[in-house]
């Protein structure tokens, strides 16, 4: 009499498969583990080792008990005595050990430590106890092949654009459904100003996946540097195969971003493959990040050359550098000064990051209108952090990671994940995002000294 129908089983590793992607070997080991542990609950003596062996085609069950080959240097008799705390010997246990001269009976080339199985006599009939024993084993064995699967396939994506759908709203931090698995978009990797609604579909950055105690976290982010630069190898065949290579990217998440590309191919235009046929390329990026402006500039060796591109779209007229104090001074006219200067100093400052130096604007007339240091730890810094999974201040130090923290400790509380379905936290106003958005732009226009929110810097 087989203990399971066959037809049954089947079908259920067959959706296991392709639903979860667990592997059939690796569903019935775990049967064979929950097995071996009813048996021993139910049957098994103390200190006994059962393996048991699961026929899947015929449903077939052998027992065995294993025994580990022993000396006296690895055990101790049952009636000798410990000789002192330096004494790691273990007790002989007739269930659990076998003495050499004895395994060497039965197995000629038994060694030390090795298993030798005994047959044991097979049982169908297991009481309730031992059958909530196996059920907790199976469960168990599958979640942690369930957890290898997600680790092995969204591990090899670490670093590459995901698409998911907004499954519910907690904390600032938004919980995004890629299919097998729950990603988290934390509040400081989304972009400012940007609002959401359930169900919504979200594209991201997949910057890490963790593996935890009580299951896998996966992090996406939106206002890293390195999603403007996989948006770009999506829509620019020029960035995919390598003849366009980006030098360095800086980002005001939802403002404002500078790119600065290079060619290896001196037949092809850098800027004018991201830019594509009538801005064509460079809108669908701009589009995906919510209207955040793009200025594509060309990279150089020379810095003097650098630093004009990465003022753009202001005309200089003049630069001399200033080596000693790593100080560009760059002349425009009256009419360019605002232009150089951007919103804000947003425009001055985005260049002083991208190029490294530190830049003076001063009129025609010789007189500073701005000058912008250009923080030159920040690249290094923003390295670091990741490596390190963490966050960049607006001073280039690394923050604390503590929002996706956070939200690692409320998915591992929630083990019935089910019952909530994030009706009741979603943002409220999330069900008008335009409106909101045309909002902030209003108060933006109306405020040009406001500062934005964060500066960061990549460098490829």
Same mark, same amino acid.
């Given at each position: 009499m087989a203990l399971f129908d066959l037809k049954t089983l089947n079908s259920a590793l067959e959706e296991l498969q392709t639903e979860r992607g667990i592997s059939r070997e690796s569903v019935i080991e775990a049967l064979a583990t929950a097995l071996a542990a009813a048996y021993r609950r139910e049957y098994g003596k103390r200190g006994q080792i059962v393996r048991a062996a699961f026929n899947p085609e015929n449903g077939d069950t052998e027992f065995r008990q294993a025994k580990i080959v022993v000396d006296e240097t690895l055990v101790r008799k049952e009636d000798e005595e410990s000789t002192g705390d330096e004494d790691h010997r273990s007790r002989f246990n007739p269930e659990q050990h076998i003495m050499i001269e004895d395994a060497r009976r039965i197995k000629r080339d038994a060694q030390l430590d090795e298993e030798i199985s005994f047959p044991l006599e097979t049982r169908e009939d297991f009481g309730r106890i031992a059958a909530q024993a196996a059920k907790q084993v199976i469960m168990q064995k599958i979640r942690e092949a369930e957890r290898a699967s997600i680790i092995e396939e969204y591990g090899?994506?670490?670093?590459?654009?995901? /698409?998911?759908h907004v499954q519910r709203f907690e904390r600032g931090?938004?919980?995004?459904?890629?299919?097998?698995? /729950?990603?988290?978009?934390?509040?400081?990797?989304?972009?400012?100003?940007?609002?959401?609604?359930?169900?919504?579909?979200?594209?991201?950055?997949?910057?890490?996946?963790?593996?935890?105690?009580?299951?896998?976290?996966i992090r996406l982010s939106r206002s890293h540097p390195r999603f403007l630069t996989k948006l770009f190898e999506a829509e620019v065949p020029e960035m995919a195969n390598g003849t366009v290579e980006v030098k360095g990217i800086v980002r005001e998440p939802g403002s404002r971003a500078k790119i600065?590309?290079?060619?290896?191919?001196?037949?092809?235009?850098?800027?004018?493959?991201?830019?594509?046929?009538?801005?064509?390329?460079?809108?669908?990026? /701009?589009?995906?990040?919510?209207?955040?402006?793009?200025?594509?500039?060309?990279?150089?060796?020379?810095?003097?050359?650098?630093?004009?591109?990465?003022?753009?779209?202001?005309?200089?007229l003049s630069i001399e550098l200033v080596e000693d104090e790593n100080r560009a001074v760059v002349q425009v006219a009256e009419d360019q000064q605002s232009l150089a200067i951007g919103r804000g100093g947003q425009n001055v400052r985005l260049a002083a990051r991208l190029t490294g130096w530190k830049i003076d604007i001063r009129s025609m007339g010789g007189e500073q209108v701005a000058a912008v240091e250009p923080a030159p730890e920040a690249p290094k810094a923003e390295?670091?952090?990741?490596?390190?999974?963490?966050?960049?201040?607006?001073?280039?130090?690394?923050?604390?990671?503590d929002a996706f923290g956070q939200a690692k400790s409320d998915i591992a509380g929630d083990d019935n994940a089910t019952n909530d379905t994030g009706e009741n936290t979603i943002d409220p106003q999330s069900q008008d995002r335009d409106v909101v958005s045309e909002e902030a732009n209003e108060e933006t226009d109306k405020d040009s000294s406001e500062k934005p929110d964060e500066v960061e810097v990549y460098k490829e």
């Open positions: 090899e994506r670490e670093g590459s654009i995901v /698409t998911g931090n938004l919980y995004i459904d890629l299919g097998r698995a /729950t990603a988290i978009l934390p509040y400081d990797e989304q972009i400012p100003g940007e609002r959401y609604r359930q169900g919504e579909r979200v594209r991201a950055l997949l910057l890490r996946v963790d593996e935890g105690v009580r299951g896998t976290f600065a590309v290079h060619s290896i191919d001196e037949h092809v235009d850098p800027v004018g493959a991201l830019v594509g046929q009538r801005g064509v390329r460079v809108a669908v990026v /701009t589009s995906e990040l919510g209207g955040e402006k793009i200025d594509v500039v060309e990279w150089s060796d020379k810095p003097s050359d650098f630093v004009k591109e990465a003022l753009k779209p202001a005309q200089v390295a670091e952090a990741v490596d390190a999974h963490m966050e960049i201040g607006d001073d280039g130090s690394i923050k604390s990671d």
